[in-house]
T-cell receptor, first 112, second 114 residues
Framework: DQQVKQNSPSLSVQEGRISILNCDYTNSMFDYFLWYKKYPAEGPTFLISISSIKDKNEDGRFTVFLNKSAKHLSLHIVPSQPGDSAVYFCAASSNTGNQFYFGTGTSLTVIP | SAVISQKPSRDICQRGTSLTIQCQVDSQVTMMFWYRQQPGQSLTLIATANQGSEATYESGFVIDKFPISRPNLTFSTLTVSNMSPEDSSIYLC???????????FGDGTRLSIL
C-alpha cells in the first residue's frame, strides 16, 4: 500500500516560470516531510523539509507547503532553471520509527 | 551532511550468484539504511543496519536473502544472495546524521541479473 503518492509522473515548465510538484499521503501519523532531487546515475539529494508544526518552509527558490487537513504537500520552485531538471521525490516519516516512505517521483523538465 | 561512497556503482550478474555492496561514510553515524528502487517504483526500505547487532528488516525482506553487516560506525555491506532477474534494481545506502533529520544517500548500485 503506497502511503505517499505523487500522481504526476512528469512535468514540463518554461525557464523562469514556477514549477509546482505535488504529493499526497494517507498516514495521519506522518509528521516530517521531505523533498529530494535525483539526477540520473546519482543518489537522491536532500532539498528541503518541513515538520507538521509548520505549514510553510522556504529555502531560496524552493518553498514547501504542507496542508495537514488535506494530507497534501507541494514544492514550489521559483524561478525554475534548466538545472532544476531532475526527478523529485517526496518522503514522509512518523516519530514511531526511522523509516522514510517515498513517493514514486515526478520528472521535472525545465525548458530553456 | 555526509559523504557516502558506494561500491560497485553497477554490475551485471548471473542468476544464482551473490553480490556484496559496500557503503562507506566519511564520518561516524548512528543510523545507516539500505533501500531498493525497482524500475519505475519508489524507494523501499530493506533494513536498518545496526552497529554491533543484527539488522532490522522491513516486512517482505529477510536476512537470508539480504544479509547485512555493520562492523563499525562508518561502514556497512548489503549482500544480495541467490540473485534472480526480479532482484534487478538500484540499491542505495543512506545515513541519518542528526536525529529525525534528513537521510543522505549514496549514488546507488545499479544491479542487473541475467
Amino acid at each position: 500500500d503506497q502511503q505517499v503518492k505523487q500522481n504526476s509522473p512528469s512535468l514540463s515548465v518554461q525557464e523562469g516560470r514556477i514549477s509546482i510538484l505535488n504529493c499526497d499521503y494517507t498516514n495521519s501519523m506522518f509528521d516530517y516531510f521531505l523533498w529530494y532531487k535525483k539526477y540520473p546515475a546519482e543518489g537522491p539529494t536532500f532539498l528541503i523539509s518541513i515538520s507538521s508544526i509548520k505549514d510553510k518552509n522556504e529555502d531560496g527558490r524552493f518553498t514547501v507547503f504542507l496542508n495537514k487537513s488535506a494530507k497534501h504537500l507541494s514544492l514550489h520552485i521559483v524561478p525554475s532553471q534548466p538545472g532544476d531538471s531532475a526527478v523529485y521525490f517526496c518522503a514522509a516519516s512518523s516519530n514511531t520509527g526511522n523509516q522514510f516512505y517515498f513517493g514514486t517521483g515526478t520528472s521535472l523538465t525545465v525548458i530553456p | 551532511s555526509a559523504v557516502i561512497s558506494q561500491k560497485p556503482s553497477r554490475d551485471i550478474c548471473q542468476r544464482g550468484t551473490s553480490l556484496t555492496i559496500q557503503c562507506q561514510v566519511d564520518s561516524q553515524v548512528t543510523m545507516m539504511f539500505w533501500y531498493r528502487q525497482q524500475p519505475g517504483q519508489s524507494l523501499t526500505l530493506i533494513a536498518t543496519a545496526n552497529q554491533g547487532s543484527e539488522a532490522t528488516y522491513e516486512s517482505g525482506f529477510v536476512i537470508d536473502k539480504f544479509p547485512i553487516s555493520r562492523p563499525n560506525l562508518t561502514f556497512s555491506t548489503l549482500t544480495v544472495s541467490n540473485m534472480s532477474p526480479e532482484d534487478s534494481s538500484i540499491y542505495l545506502c543512506s545515513v541519518e546524521v542528526t536525529g529525525r533529520g534528513p537521510q543522505h544517500f549514496g549514488d546507488g548500485t545499479r544491479l542487473s541479473i541475467l
